[in-house]
């Protein structure tokens, strides 16, 4: 379909678009379109007058009185709760606590004690790289050992001495989502437990998380919390009295104000909090997460589905042999990937024209099609201005080709 074609129909899915007014209650940079939201997310508009109030009143004349005033105390578990129906779990599931990389390793280590004898973490070769990192750290901790095959290889891979699977649910680089039920199902088949990474999925995706055992996920993607946002940790009813974590701090005891010198693990999923909570981080991660569940994971995923198809049709319009499709078309999550062979100055030229990618080694363009903040004009529009770059061969200017930096 050629690109006028897009326009007008995007129109149409514009006007009967029921997420649209949810656009104005986030904060876009003034002239740009981002197309990387799977990186960071928008800044919803009651985040600034948030955190100005937490630091101001709660802090500034609240001081330690706001822990159980202001509910700071409360914040890891309440944020958990709201976190939880957007990923199929139960609010006493869901704890919001550290990055995803410490969570990583935390129920890692979990998962290795909780399958004594089995000795292997698995995981597809090519997901993220600190997933990689943080099992080979946890593998050497507890005297096991990692490995990685290949996507189609993973069910086949599952053996008795697998004891956790380690997935993505949906690939940073491509965004081919797994089917979390069947894979599930066969980690728990052969004995294994299953840990779900999550950071590319809640918000976007729908997930059901179901039988798993346990999940990660992080804040400042989809959920819209902020650079660094806090991660969140999911942990299985059926888990929870016999996990043993291996970062046992003072917010993660069973009395953590008794200042007893033994450690006792507290019940439930409290039991994965470590350090002290960071409020101002969790109060910008509120907001976001107010905002996602407002509009509601069902029509937050049809409407990322959408805006792929949309802009998988706008690069297919331009008709540039020179770009190849590297998402799959269906099963998909909220990016679409593709590669060409000027990937990084071309990166760069869309960013100069005003459309914000970013790029993935080596000849990778990822365009984020987060549902809350864009159009489908939006996505039409960023396809028109790739096709004025290749045209003019803005892309190959040596200022974009020179050096390249961390997008």
Known sequence: MPLADLMAEARARDAADPLAPFRARVIRPEGRIPLDGHSLGLLPRTTPARLARVAEEEWGQGLIASWNRAGWIEAPARIGARIAPLIGAAPEEVTVCDSVSVNLFKLAVAALRLRPGRRVLLLEAGDFPTDHHVAESAARLMGAEVRAVARDGIADALGPEVALLLLSHVSYRTAAVHDMAALTAAAHAAGALILWDLSHSTGAVEVDLGDADMAVGCGYKHLLGGPGAPAFAFVAWRHQAALDQPIAGWMGHAEPFAFEADYAPAPGVRRLLAGTPPILAL?????????????????????????????????????????????????????????????????????????????????????????????????????????????????????????????
Do not use: N, Q
């Not at 331009?318 to 078309?329: A, E, M, N, T, W």
């Not at 990166?347 to 790029?359: E, H, N, Q, S, Y």
């Open 283 to 407: 109060a910008a991660l509120e907001e976001g997460v107010a905002l996602v569940a407002e509009a509601g994971p069902a029509r937050l995923a049809a409407k990322a589905r959408a805006l792929g198809d949309v802009l998988i049709a706008g690069l297919e319009a331009i008709g540039c042999p020179d770009l190849r499709l590297v998402s799959p078309r269906t099963g998909r999550g909220a990016h679409v990937t593709f590669a060409h062979r000027h990937a990084w100055p071309l990166v760069r030229a869309l960013d100069a024209a005003g459309v914000t990618g970013d790029f993935r080694a080596p000849d990778c363009v990822r365009l984020g099609v987060s549902p809350l903040g864009l159009s489908f004009m939006d996505v039409v529009r960023a396809a028109e201005i790739l096709e004025e770059v290749l045209a003019s061969g803005a892309h190959l200017r040596p200022e974009y080709r020179a050096v390249r930096a961390v997008t």
